[in-house]
């Protein structure tokens, strides 16, 4: 009997669980749907390993209109994700981080109306 192959299979599966568990479950839908719209452009671009240049790139065409608070966001979901899929650490990729810092430069998130119910009024709400 080779325990060799029963041993590898046994570190490799254990190795896949603790990855699947570094990705939120809540979130797990939204971070691969992230991922597979990433790889999806990096395939119509003909592009195979991931690096700065792609993803700023990726950033600046794909993502334009997007607010900085999303781009943010989906650059901790790729982050997430490329590390545990292709072991690639974008953390350290400096031009992109201060790329995603300049486009934040002057943004003012949308307020959403917060306050207390106005007697008498149409609208629900009051600013306060």
Sequence with gaps: ???SNSEEDFIQDAANEAINEI???KS???????????SEWME???????NETLLLAYFN?????????TKWSLY????TMLK?????DIGSYHQLI?????????????????????RGSSSIYTRS
């Design 1 to 3: 009997m080779d325990t």
């Design 23 to 25: 990705i939120p479950e």
């Design 28 to 38: 797990r839908a939204v971070y691969e749907k992230h991922y597979k719209h990433f």
């Design 44 to 50: 119509r671009q003909s592009q195979a390993d991931v």
């Design 61 to 69: 065409s794909e993502l334009k209109e997007k607010a900085p608070s």
């Design 76 to 79: 901790s979901i790729l982050k």
């Design 84 to 88: 545990t899929k292709r072991n690639v």
């Design 98 to 118: 201060s790329f995603l810092k300049r486009k934040g430069k002057g943004f003012q998130p949308k307020k959403s109306q917060v306050g207390t119910p106005k």
